[in-house]
């Protein structure tokens, strides 16, 4: 079993649509959840992240994570063309010498106007 | 203004040449790395390093070299023993769990 597993999707919607994008993990050590928003040919950009359990809003943008289910979400509301991008979650543990980073494959996502 | 700097953007390598990538970040983190991106395999870490002048191999560190003898700056050499070199690189520096990315370094052979 993969540490972080994501849909590579490609994901279609058209313009104003709520998206849904997830990961599931298996290392219960994981305590930071990140999503980054990666443009073609870009670096990818920190979008949201969180500590431990719960739910973040930014904008149009939610975070959710389920430690229980160990699962995590991300929902873009009244989604845009520039939208258009491709979604990694990444996944950290926390404290001590442990910083290294398990990403997902990523979720191509299209927002069609 | 804060963040991570990587140069060149794009740099073309010939067949058994060695070639340094740069990363320099002024956001005062202690850890960096060093991610291979091909399409369809998301990110690998080749490198990273937790503090200066003491780095450990990533997943994929085989015909790469790195050195961090300053804390912001992490450059990442590929070297002629690297099979398949042409990809995207990314670097990143983070501090607690959360990591920051530079924009990336498309590497050719030709």
């Known amino acids: 079993q993969k540490e972080v597993e994501q849909d590579p999707g490609p994901l279609s919607v058209p313009e104003g649509a709520i998206v849904s994008l997830n990961c599931t993990y298996s290392?219960?050590?994981?305590?930071?959840f990140m999503w980054y928003r990666q443009y073609s040919r870009k670096g990818p950009e920190l979008l949201m992240y969180?500590?431990?359990?719960g739910n973040k809003e930014d904008g149009r943008f939610t975070a959710q994570v389920d430690k229980s289910s160990k699962y995590i979400s991300l929902f873009i509301r009244d989604s845009q063309p520039s939208d258009s991008a491709t979604y990694l979650c990444a996944m950290s543990a926390s404290g001590g010498s442990n910083y290294k980073l398990t990403f997902g494959k990523g979720t191509l996502l299209t927002v069609n106007p | 203004d804060g963040g991570i700097t990587q140069s060149p953007k794009y740099l073309f390598r010939k067949e058994g040449q060695n070639v340094t990538l740069s990363c320099e970040q002024n956001l005062n983190h202690d850890a960096m790395y060093w991610y291979r991106q091909d399409p369809g395999q998301g990110l690998r870490l080749i490198y990273y390093s937790q503090i200066v002048n003491d780095f450990q191999k990533g997943d994929i560190a085989e015909g790469y070299s790195v050195s961090r003898e300053k804390k912001e700056s992490f450059p990442l050499t590929v070297t002629s023993a690297q099979k398949n070199p042409t990809a995207f690189y990314l670097c990143?520096?983070?501090?607690?769990?959360?990591?920051?990315f530079g924009q990336g370094t498309r590497l050719t052979v030709v």
């Open positions: 969180t500590y431990s359990s």
């Open positions: 290392n219960s050590a994981f305590q930071y």
């Open positions: 990143a520096s983070s501090v607690t769990g959360v990591a920051f």
